[in-house]
């Protein structure tokens, strides 16, 4: 804080007597007085604490295409078994102390993991019958086709993050 204080001024005359036997004249006493000039400024404390910023993993996965024809006859379609990738990801763990005066605290940014997915395509183009039966009596071939089985299981990402600890100034 800055203190400036400027005394008070007095300034008196004093009465003016004028008779005609004696002659008094007689002036006060003038006083003046400036007080004293305090100025000060108090320290100035500034703190800026740290920033943390951490981008996760970005995982990008893209599963298998399965294109079937069926057969002309009978036919059971392929079987696709697929199990997505599992994501663990644990975020980073901030710790800061800050100052004991004016201290503006960390900054954390953190962007966690993207995961893109795109599953498997099946195409398949179902059996195509046409049969024009004879005059008489006739019974036809069987065929029996089962088709294939696709089993897949994606991958599995386990990401623990950074840890950070800040002790701040005192």
Known sequence: PTHESNGPTHESNGPTHESDDPTHESNGPTHESNGPTHESEGPT??????????????????GPTHESEGPTHESEGPTHEFEGPTHESEGPTHESEGPTHESE?????????????????????????????????????????????????GPTHESEGPTHEFDGPT
């Open 45 to 62: 404390h500034e703190s800026e604490g740290p920033t943390h910023e951490s981008e996760g993993p970005t995982h990008e996965f893209e």
């Open 105 to 153: 605290g960390p900054t954390h940014e953190s962007e966690g993991p993207t995961h893109e997915f795109e599953g498997p395509t099946h195409e398949s183009e179902g059996p195509t019958h046409e049969s024009e039966g004879p005059t008489h009596e006739f019974e036809g071939p069987t065929h029996e086709s089962e088709g294939p089985t696709h089993e897949f299981e």
